[in-house]
């Protein structure tokens, strides 16, 4: 990807950057001067926030934990998603104790 290239993508979010800065930001993430591959571009675009969607981000990784869908997730929910790791017991209810601001046995989005 170039500087026309990547002129044109940044425009979609409303940036509209100068020649210089193009290719400041190319020589920033890519070894090329000439431009940047496609996994650099993508690096890149991860760690720039205004192109990210961090609430949906957010709300995907809640869904991994709600297994049932529910909205909230139960001491059940994380113990089937940790049973993996290798967590302990005693660091797992401390952990539902912190998240669990309201103490009513489950974590909601907020919470999350």
Same mark, same amino acid.
């Given at each position: 990807?170039?500087?026309?290239?990547?002129?044109?993508?940044?425009?979609?979010?409303?940036?509209?950057?100068?020649?210089?800065?193009?290719?400041?930001?190319?020589?920033?993430?890519?070894?090329?001067?000439?431009?940047?591959?496609?996994?650099?571009?993508?690096?890149?675009?991860?760690?720039?926030?205004?192109?990210?969607? $961090?609430?949906?981000?957010y709300?995907?990784? %809640?869904?991994?934990?709600?297994?049932?869908?529910?909205?909230?997730?139960?001491?059940?929910?994380?113990?089937?998603?940790?049973?993996?790791?290798?967590?302990?017991?005693?660091? %797992?209810?401390?952990?539902?104790?912190? $998240?669990?601001?309201?103490?009513?046995? $489950?974590?909601? %989005?907020e919470? %999350?």
């Open positions: 990807m170039g500087c026309d290239e990547l002129r044109a993508a940044l425009i979609k979010f409303n940036i509209t950057p100068t020649r210089e800065e193009l290719q400041q930001m190319i020589d920033s993430i890519s070894v090329d001067c000439r431009g940047i591959n496609f996994q650099a571009m993508v690096d890149y675009c991860s760690l720039y926030h205004p192109l990210r969607d $961090v609430e949906r981000e709300q995907e990784a %809640f869904r991994v934990y709600d297994t049932k869908g529910t909205g909230q997730i139960s001491r059940k929910d994380l113990a089937t998603c940790m049973s993996s790791s290798q967590i302990s017991n005693t660091d %797992f209810e401390s952990l539902m104790d912190k $998240v669990d601001i309201n103490k009513d046995g $489950v974590i909601d %989005f919470e %999350f």
